[in-house]
């Protein structure tokens, strides 16, 4: 690998052709897309990976609210199938939760599989609701969640 750094908008395109080539298509109409949409990333914890100038792997976060409260929505995270398997994805993810609180992110969420999250400290946020047609059970938080409850919100709602 190359180096990881804060993603440029120079990036934006490639980091969405391998958003494109992760995920299924139709992905933007997830709801986690309509709590993004309109919605500037939070830049500074939006990092791309480079390995020989292509990007292997790349994660965007964007504020939200839930019950009122500033919340971190982790998410999109890829990385290229070449690159798969190398601890790539878990890398970023840990960068991001390093670096989130000194920039004033105590709590991140995310919409994915407990199994796999609960490694970096994520668990089932009972309480929080997604839009539909998210399922309950893998709506994960990190940080600080105590007394936080309540549906999940676009940030400028």
């Known amino acids: 690998m ?14 969405e052709a391998l958003y494109d080539l992760c995920f299924a298509p139709g992905r933007e109409a997830l709801s986690s897309y309509r709590l993004r949409e309109g919605v500037k990333p939070v ?4 990092f791309v990976a480079r390995d020989h100038e292509v990007v292997g792997g790349a994660v965007r976060n ?8 500033a919340a971190l929505l982790l998410g999109p995270i890829a990385v290229h199938p070449t690159r798969q398997g ?3 994805g878990a890398f970023l993810i840990r960068k991001v939760l390093e670096e989130a609180p000194a ?6 969420m995310l919409v994915g599989d407990a199994p796999y999250y609960g490694r970096f400290g994520f668990q089932r946020l009972d309480g929080v609701g997604m839009p539909p047609p998210t399922n309950p059970e893998r709506v994960l938080g990190w940080g ?10 676009r940030a400028d709602d």
Do not use: M, S
């Open 43 to 46: 830049a500074a914890l939006c």
């Open 2 to 15: 190359d180096g990881i750094g804060v993603e440029a908008p120079e990036d934006w395109w490639e980091v």
């Open 62 to 69: 964007w504020p939200v609210r839930v019950g009122g409260a």
């Open 144 to 153: 600080a969640w105590t007394g936080i409850r309540g549906q999940v919100t």
């Open 86 to 88: 190398e601890g790539l």
């Open 103 to 108: 920039l004033g992110w105590d709590r991140v």
